[in-house]
């Protein structure tokens, strides 16, 4: 059974900076891309950055140069560093994984943490 359990928000002022962690099992964590998305009240979930099995990354937009995504295979982990921190930022923080079982394809999530960015 695939768990995807985020953690490390919380509450900082605007330009600080925030470290998520999402711990992954059942599944082999090296074979996937994994990903960070976020949902702001009122607003669709969005991706925020994604990270190959083999460690190459992508970035929102409103996100690059401020966020950094790795991942470690030995831990079965993946990590957000959030710098310089802005108030758009607040929303809840998901990691994903997309896992292809025979012809199909499932999507899991983990429960979420939450980041609010103050002024």
């Known amino acids: 059974q695939v768990q995807l359990v985020e953690s490390g928000g919380g509450l900082v002022q605007a330009g600080g900076s925030l470290r998520l962690s999402c711990a992954a099992s059942g599944f082999t964590f090296s074979y996937y891309p994994l990903a960070w998305y976020r949902q702001a009240p009122g607003k669709e979930r969005e991706l925020v950055a994604r990270i190959t099995s083999g460690g190459a990354t992508y970035y929102a937009d409103s996100v690059k140069g401020r966020f950094t995504n790795s991942r470690d295979n030995a831990k079965n982990t993946m990590t957000l560093q959030m710098n310089s921190l802005k108030l758009e930022d607040t929303a809840v923080y998901y990691c994903?994984?997309?896992?292809?079982?025979?012809?199909?394809?499932?999507?899991?999530w983990g429960q979420g943490t939450q980041v609010t960015v103050s002024s």
């Open positions: 994903n994984v997309v896992i292809s079982i025979g012809h199909s394809s499932i999507a899991s």
